[in-house]
């Protein structure tokens, strides 16, 4: 299946969300493309929605090779088949973590604007991305979730390669993937329209959902 774009993808990925809306989750988009997949889903789901600020460590020579992950509070992760098939070491990747440290903390406060994220600990948590090639992103994102103690993390994705969902499945309570494929080779592929997201369109879909969970809480 082809998505036409992100609000599709997310409309459909919704459906399959709709059996943990009782338990009130917090969704945590993976900025910049999961946001506005993740909108649809809350607003499906009627909660708010978040961002948790995950940022992949390419390789010096083809930044799309992902070869780790980094989360915001934590140390960055590798993977260690892929950094040896690259021929990498840690020492090759010090500037790239930098600059990927740096990024990450200018989306939090550009995205954040002083806003904390939700008490974690004994909670639902459903991660969304607009999609899993390398799943080194989401798996970073797990591991944040669980030192946070989240009761039950969800992996929720329009199109993931299978490799990453294998890889996924056994860390997560469940992953949902609308498709999922062996020849995936890059997530745009598809999508119809897989244009940039950019940093203005993640703070308005954030601000969107805000503002209508506060309408909704002014309606007698």
Not at 168 to 185: N, P, S, T
Request: glycine share 6%.
């Amino acid at each position: 299946m082809i998505f036409l774009n992100r609000i599709e993808a997310g409309d459909l990925l919704a459906e399959k969300l709709l059996k943990y809306k009782s338990e009130e989750p917090v969704i945590l988009a993976l900025p910049r493309g999961g946001v506005p997949v993740a909108a649809k889903v809350a607003q499906a789901l009627d909660v708010p929605l978040e961002v948790l600020v995950v940022r992949k460590i390419g390789a010096p020579f083809n930044v799309e090779l992902a070869v780790g992950a980094i989360c915001e509070a934590s140390e960055p992760t590798f993977s260690e088949r892929l950094m040896s098939r690259a021929g990498l070491s840690l020492r090759d990747l010090v500037s790239t973590v930098q600059s990927e440290e740096k990024e990450i903390q200018r989306q939090i406060h550009v995205f954040r604007e002083g806003h904390q994220l939700p008490t974690l600990t004994g909670r639902t948590v459903i991660i969304v991305d607009d999609g899993l090639a390398t799943g080194a992103t989401v798996l970073a994102a797990v591991k944040y979730l669980k030192r946070k103690r989240a009761q039950r993390i969800v992996v929720a994705t329009p199109v993931a390669s299978a490799s990453s969902a294998r890889c996924l499945r056994g860390r997560v309570h469940e992953l949902i993937a609308l498709e999922e494929r062996e020849d995936l080779r890059a997530v745009g592929n598809w999508y119809e329209d897989f244009s940039a997201v950019s940093d203005q369109e993640v703070i308005f879909l954030l601000q969107s959902r805000r503002e209508e969970l506060k309408a909704v809480k002014r309606t007698p």
